[in-house]
């Protein structure tokens, strides 16, 4: 099993990027893809994710409107598209994958609900 996240880097405030997460090793429908974030002293928080097989979402409040992800079952990848980013979205950023059974509105944001988890990217946003 192998998640591999790309496309991290700088951007100005508000500006944007497009993470990727490229799934391997397991069936794509069978798990729910989520994004977290860890920014230096701070615990890792959900960010968003997505169940393939349903198209379902679940954000963050701080990102709703600003972020978006969506998934293509062609190439097992999973993307999250930042719009409009802040300074406070600076962070390392990793996605997981959750059994696509278990992954709901009360446990999307959980980091100890997932079982594979990718090497994470950087993403650093400047004021």
């Known amino acids: 099993v192998q998640l591999v996240e790309s496309g991290g880097g700088l951007a100005q405030a508000g500006g944007s990027l497009t993470l990727s997460c490229a799934a391997s090793g397991f069936t794509f429908d069978d798990y729910a893809i989520g994004w977290f974030r860890q920014a230096p002293g701070r615990e890792r928080e959900g960010v968003s994710c997505i169940r393939p097989s349903d198209g379902s979402t679940y954000y963050k409040d701080s990102v709703k409107g600003r972020f978006t992800v969506s998934s293509d079952a062609a190439k097992n990848t999973v993307y999250l598209q930042m719009n409009s980013l802040k300074p406070e979205d600076t962070a390392v950023y990793y996605c997981?994958?959750?059994?696509?059974?278990?992954?709901?509105?009360?446990?999307?944001?959980?980091?100890?609900?997932?079982?594979?988890w990718g090497q994470g990217t950087q993403v650093t946003v400047s004021s």
């Open positions: 997981a994958a959750l059994d696509a059974y278990f992954a709901t509105d009360v446990t999307w944001y959980r980091d100890y609900e997932y079982t594979y």
